[in-house]
């Protein structure tokens, strides 16, 4: 096998959810494409590193070529989104699991992981603070905790609750519909929709 495909493959085969056997499929599927569909690939990965940064307010993703001082996403920048519901999430990428749905029409806020004081990751860490400055000052009636169905994922909304239910917040956690254990950007969209509309007070 010529060096140069061996290497490529490695690569495909860093991505996370990427077997060995993928990778090689993936691999010769690009090799056949050709150089012009080859290099709009590459063009494309390439971008992502220096095209995506993270919104100032929520944390979803966004493009960083806007040329602005202040980058928000378009669900911050929404006028029909509902600013008294705000919907936590773990990762920028559970957005889009949780968008997908429909069920949700509220603004985002991500916290980037879930307490594990194991490894050293505290509510600073996650920037709880901030969330808490962000629900006051917007004036957020309920925060929907979206974290994903693990004991750490619990955890953390039992944290928010006790973080915000004294200054009269309803704080509610997405229910029925998700497996203890299971990831949120793998789930079905049908099970994340009813895990919304069953959701439970905390």
């Known amino acids: ?13 860093s991505l996370p959810g990427i077997g060995r056997r993928s990778a090689m499929r993936i691999a010769f599927e690009l090799i056949k494409a050709g150089p012009l569909k080859t290099r709009h690939f590459t063009n494309a990965i390439e971008q992502l590193s220096s095209g995506v940064s993270t919104c100032e307010r929520c944390g979803a993703y966004v493009s960083s070529r806007t040329g602005d001082d202040k980058t928000f996403c378009s669900f911050c920048d929404s006028p029909r989104r509902s600013v008294s519901s705000l919907c936590v999430v773990e990762n920028p990428w559970d957005i889009y699991a949780v968008e997908n749905t429909g069920e949700f029409t509220g603004l985002y806020h991500v916290i980037g992981g879930v307490l594990s004081p194991l490894d050293g990751i505290g509510p600073d860490e996650l920037g709880m603070p901030r969330l808490a400055e962000r629900v006051r000052s917007a004036g957020v009636s309920e925060v929907i905790v979206a974290t994903n169905p693990s004991v750490e994922g619990n955890a953390t909304g039992h944290y928010i609750a006790d973080l915000l239910k004294p200054a009269g917040v309803k704080v509610t956690r997405i229910a029925t519909g998700l497996a203890l254990g299971q990831m949120l950007d793998f789930a079905e969209t049908q099970a994340i929709s009813q895990s919304l509309r069953a959701r439970i007070e905390l």
């Open 1 to 13: 096998m010529p060096p140069e495909l061996i290497a490529a493959i490695e690569a495909i085969q």
